[in-house]
T-cell receptor, first 112, second 113 residues
Framework: DQQVKQNSPSLSVQEGRISILNCDYT??????FLWYKKYPAEGPTFLISISSIKDKNEDGRFTVFLNKSAKHLSLHIVPSQPGDSAVYFC???????????FGTGTRLKVLA | SQTIHQWPATLVQPVGSPLSLECTVEGTSNPNLYWYRQAAGRGLQLLFY??????ISSEVPQNLSASRPQDRQFILSSKKLLLSDSGFYLCAWSVDRGHTEAFFGQGTRLTVV
């Protein structure tokens, strides 16, 4: 049972344009959501998070949007840079569970 | 500042051999600790997590076990490896409060041959 889903395995975007990565979840108990970036043969690095009491959180070029009614979140990267090319994972957590459930990842390629 | 150490970086083991991967965290006390696995073409699968010494929760029944002998040490073990145990194993930690991010180690690439 995949509780966190990233239905696009890959995405290609031109440098300078916006990258939009999507994530859907099924568990209504999730109330904290995170995005991570991962390079090959390295551990994921934390990018940005959002609590369910918000619908938007922004940090520099990265913005996460949360639509609770649709159980959907997205990560916007603007402008996209070649160094953003990596696999992006979304993750979710429910209060009191101490667990982070990850999606399957989306490979982003930013073309110069 | 906090750091997480995970070793070895790569490991090639024959089928049926034992496994021990170690993870330690520095600069924090009573962290929550996690073992994840990334198999080829799949996401990050939570294997085990621990909220304290000796407290281990298993997420997926399989050929692996975990132990937490000290506050900041987390060990992933197997008595007999299977081919299907191959993958990229990641240790992570988070602070023991509310909603915060988890921090990952550099991972161990395990190949069972």
């Amino acid at each position: 049972d995949q509780q966190v889903k990233q239905n696009s395995p890959s995405l290609s975007v031109q440098e300078g344009r916006i990258s939009i990565l999507n994530c859907d979840y099924t568990n209504s108990m999730f109330d904290y959501f995170l995005w991570y970036k991962k390079y090959p043969a390295e551990g994921p690095t934390f990018l940005i998070s959002i609590s369910s009491i918000k619908d938007k959180n922004e940090d520099g070029r990265f913005t996460v949007f949360l639509n609770k009614s649709a159980k959907h979140l997205s990560l916007h990267i603007v402008p996209s840079q070649p160094g953003d090319s990596a696999v992006y994972f979304c993750a979710a957590s429910a209060r009191g569970t101490y667990k982070y459930i990850f999606g399957t990842g989306t490979r982003l390629k930013v073309l110069a | 500042s906090q750091t997480i150490h995970q070793w070895p970086a790569t490991l090639v083991q024959p089928v049926g051999s034992p496994l021990s991967l170690e993870c330690t965290v520095e600069g924090t006390s009573n962290p929550n600790l996690y073992w994840y696995r990334q198999a080829a073409g799949r996401g990050l699968q939570l294997l085990f997590y621990s909220v304290g010494i000796g407290q281990i929760s298993s997420e997926v029944p399989q050929n692996l076990s975990a132990s937490r002998p000290q506050d900041r040490q987390f060990i992933l073990s197997s008595k007999k490896l299977l081919l299907s145990d191959s993958g990229f194993y990641l240790c992570a930690w988070s602070v023991d409060r509310g909603h915060t991010e988890a921090f990952f180690g550099q991972g161990t690439r395990l190949t069972v041959v």
